[in-house]
Structure formats: C-alpha cells, structure tokens
C-alpha cells in the first residue's frame, strides 16, 4: 500500500464529513430565517457563516490535492480562483480532473460568496444571492458527491497500486 495516496484519500473524506454537516445548518436556520421576524439577521448571518465553512472546507480539501499530487501549493493574490480551475484539469498521469468544469463553475459562486463574507459587515449581505445559494445547495453537493467519490476511488486504487504487482 502507498500510504501517501491513502493518507490523502482518508484527509479527503475526513474534510468531506466536515462538510457534510454544514448542510442540514445551513437549511435549518435558512428555513427559519423566512419566518423569524426580527430575528432574521441571527439566522441569515448563520447561513453565510455556514456557506463560508462549507466552500472553506472544499477549499482545503482542494489545496491537500494540489500539495500532495499537483506538485505544491498555489501561490498570488488570485490563488484561491486558480485552485478552482486547477481541480477541473486533468493532469494526465498525475491524476484525473477532481471536478467536473460546470461543478468548478457553479463552486466559484460560493468562492465569491466566502471572500464577501470574509471581507463586508453581514448587514450589507444580499439575501437575494444566499437564497439562490441555499437552493442550490444540495444539487451541487449531490453533484460533489460524485466527482469526489470517483477521486476518492482513483486515489484507493493508487494507494493499492503496489499490492497488484507482487
């Protein structure tokens, strides 16, 4: 067994756990922020914390690939666009594409979403923007799902590699 490639694939589906349970905290305070009155803002705030965890956590995830298969960690002030697209590249012999280009191009949305809430007071977010977000939330991570399995699988078969030529 190649521990690198298992150690990798086990960090990958420990983060994705993590993630995971972002969802059902994001749809819950979502649900409750459409009828909570004047206590809106405590669960909208909620959400767009949520939605920052939930891309924050991919990104890590998407920077364990780069470090430990793409050859290193990205670097500039738009890194974090470039690591994006770099999970929809196929790498040849070094590994297949993380993502598909439409999920990367639907994830971007959630990257500008996770560098405005990083960077503006919740009063000035846009409720019209986390609705859309929110709702298409688990098509996207159905969407993930998948692609991360069949990386997942690609990774456990690397890590068996050594095992088939004995």
């Known amino acids: 067994m190649i521990a690198r490639h298992e150690a990798l694939r086990r960090r990958i589906q420990l983060e994705l756990d993590h993630i995971g349970k972002t ?26 914390l949520n939605l920052h965890s939930f891309y924050s956590g991919l ?11 793409d050859g290193g960690p990205l670097g500039g002030d738009s890194w974090r666009t470039e690591l994006l697209k770099q999970m929809a590249l196929d790498l040849g012999d070094i590994r297949p594409p993380v993502l598909g280009s439409e999920t990367a191009a639907e994830l971007d949305e959630y990257r500008k979403f996770r560098h405005l809430v ?3 007071y919740t009063t000035n977010l846009d409720i019209n923007r986390i609705e859309h977000l929110v709702e298409n939330l688990p098509e996207l991570w159905e969407q993930l799902r998948q692609e991360l399995s069949a990386f997942l699988q690609f990774l456990g078969a690397i890590a068996r590699a050594d095992e088939s030529a004995c």
């Open 59 to 69: 990104e890590r995830l998407f920077e364990l690939i780069a470090i430990e298969l």
């Open 118 to 120: 990083r960077n503006i």
């Open 23 to 48: 969802l059902p905290a994001i749809h819950r305070h979502w649900q409750k922020a459409k009828t909570a009155g004047p206590d809106q803002d405590a669960y909208i705030n909620s959400v767009a």
